[in-house]
């Protein structure tokens, strides 16, 4: 093969007995590394025969543990790596603790289930028997739970035919940060419809388009940042194209559902007019038709959220404007009738949150105290109306701050962050985002979908 780098690059096959030569092409290696394709490079050392070995993982995975342990101020002063023998092998093993005992399994959960997704999965290769306990529902749960009380930021786009799925640490107005930088999960391939991005509780929904008998459709696709995992899912079959789709989560039942609506037209007068519902988690996925006793129209671009169970949407009742509410877990529709326009919901302290434009003063959140008597509560928001131009993605966290970041992706890349009680506002840079891409870091591009309250989650793994 060729000594130096450049493209393209062959390595080269000659069979002794048959006396001939073929060659393969390797490709890829520079995008990875960011090379110039055109340039040469240094020498390159290839070696054959190589295997993945895993030797010395257990005890290096052991000693993570311990710093751990130090790290969440757990006394480790009279632990100590030590190696022993197993009845059933000769092979050297590794504990940790004296005496030859090894930690008790409810502290290496413990343990474990504060550490990174991607973390979990090199943890598996350890042992048969920590492939079994981290593959378990159990742990899944446990691991959620954990990962709840460390919200992140979820930004996503599409790009060159991929969508790529970043998170960044969810900041509290009291941390003083100006800059951060984004871990890079996954990039999806696929021709993607780039209207529909919806997220809740670690998972991200979107459609790809398939060419499926000829005909183009519209597939949806579960996609878990956390793992790398693309599931793909039944296409709703609906004899009218036009669908409207929200993600839920069930906190009950731990269950995930998909509600899709078909819309139709008639005489100005715009209802959904099938209800469908899939359900994740259990057997194979399909869809199932439920009933709605109240017609309605899901607004369009409108994105819905999910607060404790319940799934609120902008709609229009007989072009009234309401906010549609439905129940993950029992599958029931209720209504909330407003006398104002909106611009977008938000999850305010573990609330219905409506942010509203008043062009003639100021911003205004308005808060959902009581869902039976329709009792609101009013903040007014000083920022400037600008802003509303520039931005989509908008949320509110357990601290009292209401969140933005800019839709459009172009650098530098700020999030925003507004405190209503202080009534202050600061903006958090997001940097390292296009050089992990290959963008042009000048160059403007398309919509970036911003979630906030990202959590890790292990469900679903294969």
Not at 33 to 41: I, K, L, T, W
Not at 113 to 121: E, N, S, V
Not at 208 to 224: D, H, I, S, Y
Not at 386 to 399: A, E, H, L, P, R
Request: with cysteine; glycine share 4%.
């Amino acid at each position: 093969m060729t000594w130096r780098w450049k493209k393209p690059f062959y390595v080269y096959y000659y069979n002794v007995e048959r006396k001939s030569v073929r060659r393969v092409e390797i490709q890829g290696i520079e995008e990875k590394v960011f090379m110039d394709p055109a340039a040469h490079h240094g020498e390159v050392f290839t070696f054959p025969n190589h295997v993945e070995n895993l030797i010395y993982l257990h005890s290096q995975t052991i000693a993570k543990i311990v710093m751990s342990l130090e790290k969440y101020n757990i006394p480790v002063k009279h632990l100590k790596i030590i190696k022993g023998h197993t009845r059933s092998s000769k092979n050297s093993s590794t504990y940790v603790g004296g005496n030859s005992e090894t930690l008790p399994i409810d502290l290496i959960i413990e343990i474990l289930k504060r550490l990174p997704a991607k973390a979990i999965a090199l943890c598996r290769c350890v042992s048969k028997e920590w492939d079994s306990l981290l593959s378990s529902p159990n742990f899944a749960k446990s691991f959620l739970t954990s990962s709840s009380t460390r919200p992140q930021l979820l930004f996503t786009f599409e790009f060159k035919g991929k969508w790529h799925f970043f998170s960044s640490p969810q900041l509290h107005f009291n941390e003083n940060i100006s800059v951060v930088a984004p871990d890079y999960h996954m990039g999806v391939s696929g021709d993607w419809y780039k209207e529909v991005c919806l997220s809740a509780n670690g998972f991200v929904y979107l459609y790809e388009k398939q060419m499926l008998k000829g005909k183009m459709e519209r597939v949806p696709v579960l996609c878990n940042p956390s793992t790398g995992q693309k599931i793909p899912l039944p296409k709703v079959r609906a004899k009218n194209n036009e669908l409207r789709s929200f993600l839920g989560y069930d906190p009950i039942e731990k269950q995930f559902k998909v509600l899709c609506m078909t819309v139709t037209k008639y005489r100005r007068q715009i209802n959904s007019r099938e209800h469908h519902v899939l359900t994740l988690g259990k057997g194979n996925p399909s869809w199932r038709k439920i009933e709605c006793e109240f017609p309605h129209f899901p607004q369009n671009y409108r994105k819905g959220i999910c607060i404790n169970g319940i799934l609120y949407y902008a709609a229009h009742n007989n072009f009234i404007n309401v906010i549609a509410c439905f129940n993950v877990k029992s599958e029931k529709f209720r209504f909330i009738h407003i006398d104002f326009n909106f611009w977008t919901l938000i999850n305010y302290k573990g609330k219905l949150g409506v942010l509203v434009r008043d062009y003639s003063d100021n911003n205004q959140l308005w808060v959902l105290d009581d869902t039976e008597k329709g009792k609101w509560t009013k903040h007014i928001l000083y920022f400037p109306n600008m802003i509303f131009w520039n931005i989509k993605s908008v949320w509110g966290t357990d601290t009292g701050e209401v969140v933005w970041a800019q839709w459009c992706w172009k650098k530098p890349f700020y999030v925003y962050y507004y405190n209503v009680e202080r009534k202050s506002v600061r903006r958090v840079e997001i940097q390292g985002i296009e050089e992990k891409v290959f963008m042009d870091p000048a160059a403007h591009h398309g919509e970036v979908f911003t979630f906030p309250n990202h959590v890790e989650n292990l469900m679903f793994r294969q």
